[in-house]
């Protein structure tokens, strides 16, 4: 077993995290215990991988899903069985073995293939499936938007503490900084938060999921009066101040996207606006792969509007991305396959090349198809959801949580031409988007126009059942919201 960096807690709360998520399994509702263990798992587990022999790295999201999936073994079995292979799950299958083919594709062996591949599964296979499982209905997403929205607000003090006294947290608890401080300083003083997560801009996206979350479910009157015996609306604020004063103009940016998009879908009952967002990756990624766009007059209009150093490092990753798309495209259909072969050096074999957007990376490494499948596998469940919800019943409670999910997937898209922060919990977003549609069209026995304004969605949880965690907002008080 490779050694992980840090103290004594790494490997404690690492290989003591599947025990506990059984016990959580046993003590509740299984859909609110998924839901617990991967918003909790993601929050604090520490930033290691463990190289176990034969076996994919030893992740927190490894150590996630596999203490659901067992937890869900001993004490909720019969919930594998409610799993159906349909054609809508082709995409994220092809994207979880691109892998294989580029490592087949440039005579790498079948058994690095294979390597890489359960390292994907892992990591976007797994939480894809376990939502297809847990979260295919809009209950179960109900309860895991919920959860993310705790999350954010239990997050609110950690952030502050590391926005004031700087990213420590993950260094005094487990031994080690996870990224490097230097990225952590703000430009004007600060700092930008990490807390116990990859980077500074993945604890924003997540603040910024979860007050995109609050805010939809607080207007739709999905969200609890209280939580945790305080005013929701007191929370949800201090959630919005929080995330506007942690500064990472990006993720604050997609966050005001989201909400203008799906506010103004729902009033106009419209859907060009979604539909603008799910253009625009492929759209960015065709002028700049065929070479029609090269950036420089958007990094002008940010150097005149915004900031001169901000225009710089977008111009930095526009230049990168250039002399790794003209590599990309010399290689395979399949790309480059792993090892660095995507990558560019120079004539003493130092690697000159800088790759931020999960695309660019993708496109070098698994090549047009594997790029084909990534961008299907992301946008197919907002496609799906287009179609069979019309926008007019996005702030139904029902619907509100699988609508921000549906634009937030959008949006990721969308960052990920720029950015490669991977969160396991936007599949999950996906898996149970996918299993709400399947659920819906399996229930339409009438025309499609009839179904989207008289289906309604069997509950797996009844609508009066209550837990010691999540209520809805009419039940009386539980004992931790009400």
């Known amino acids: 077993m490779g050694n992980a960096p840090g103290n004594i807690m790494v490997p404690v709360v690492m290989f003591g995290w599947i025990p506990f998520v059984m016990i959580l399994f046993s003590r509740l509702e299984a859909k609110i215990a998924a839901a617990a263990a991967f918003v909790a798992g993601w929050m604090f587990l520490p930033v290691v991988a463990y190289n176990l022999p034969a076996l994919p790295d030893y992740t927190k999201t490894t150590a996630t899903c596999v203490g659901i999936l067992a937890g869900a073994w001993l004490f909720d079995k019969e919930r594998f069985g409610e799993f159906r292979f349909s054609a809508v799950d082709i995409p994220i299958l092809l994207w ?13 062996g079948p058994y690095d293939g294979l390597s890489q591949t359960m390292y994907q599964s892992i990591t976007w296979g797994l939480p894809y499936y376990i939502a297809r499982i847990y979260f295919s209905d809009t209950e179960g997403l109900k309860i895991l938007a919920l959860a993310i929205v705790i999350g954010g607000i239990v997050y609110i003090p950690f952030c502050w503490f590391e926005m004031i006294m700087s990213p420590q947290l993950h260094r005094m608890t487990y031994g080690f900084h996870q990224h490097s401080f230097l990225q952590t300083i703000r430009a004007g003083g ?27 479910l ?16 007191y929370l949800l604020l201090l959630l919005v101040f929080t995330t506007m004063m942690m500064k990472s103009f990006g993720a604050i940016s997609l966050l005001f996207l989201g909400l203008i998009v799906i506010i103004l879908t729902n009033k106009m009952k419209l ?11 492929h759209l960015y990624i065709v002028t700049r792969t065929t070479g029609t766009w090269d950036g420089r007059n958007l990094s002008q209009f940010v150097a005149e509007k915004i900031s001169e150093e901000r225009a710089q490092s977008l111009q930095f990753r526009f230049d990168n991305e250039t002399i790794l798309i003209d590599k990309a495209l010399q290689g395979t259909f399949f790309g480059w396959g792993g090892f660095g072969r995507s990558r560019v050096y120079d004539d003493k074999g130092r690697d000159i090349s800088i790759a931020d957007g999960l695309w660019i990376i993708t496109l070098g490494q698994n090549g047009i198809y594997g790029l084909i499948a990534l961008v299907i596998a992301v946008q197919l469940p ?26 937030f997937l959008a949006i990721y898209m969308i960052d990920n031409l720029l950015n490669s922060m991977i969160n396991p919990i936007y599949m999950l977003f996906s ?8 659920r819906l ?8 126009p009839e179904a989207e304004s008289s289906i309604t969605i069997r509950q797996s949880v009844p609508s ?14 539980s004992r931790f919201i009400s």
Request: net charge positive.
């Open 218 to 233: 607080y207007l739709s009157g999905s969200l609890p009066k209280k939580i945790l015996f305080v005013p929701t609306v």
């Open 271 to 281: 859907r060009f606006l979604i539909l603008i967002l799910l253009v625009t990756p």
């Open 96 to 108: 979880c073995t691109a892998p294989f083919f580029s490592s087949v594709a440039n005579g790498l």
């Open 464 to 477: 009066h059942s209550t837990t010691r965690f999540i209520t809805e907002p009419e039940i009386s008080p």
């Open 431 to 438: 898996g149970g988007i996918i299993g709400v549609m399947l």
């Open 382 to 407: 907002v496609v799906l959801f287009l179609l069979r919800v019309k926008p007019n019943r996005w702030n139904e409670q029902q619907w509100a949580a699988p609508a921000v999910m549906a634009v």
């Open 441 to 448: 069209h399996a229930g339409a026995h009438a025309s499609i």
């Open 190 to 216: 600060g700092f930008r938060p990490m807390v116990y997560m990859d980077h500074g801009l993945m604890t924003s996206m997540w603040m910024v999921i979860a007050v995109f979350l609050g805010t939809w």
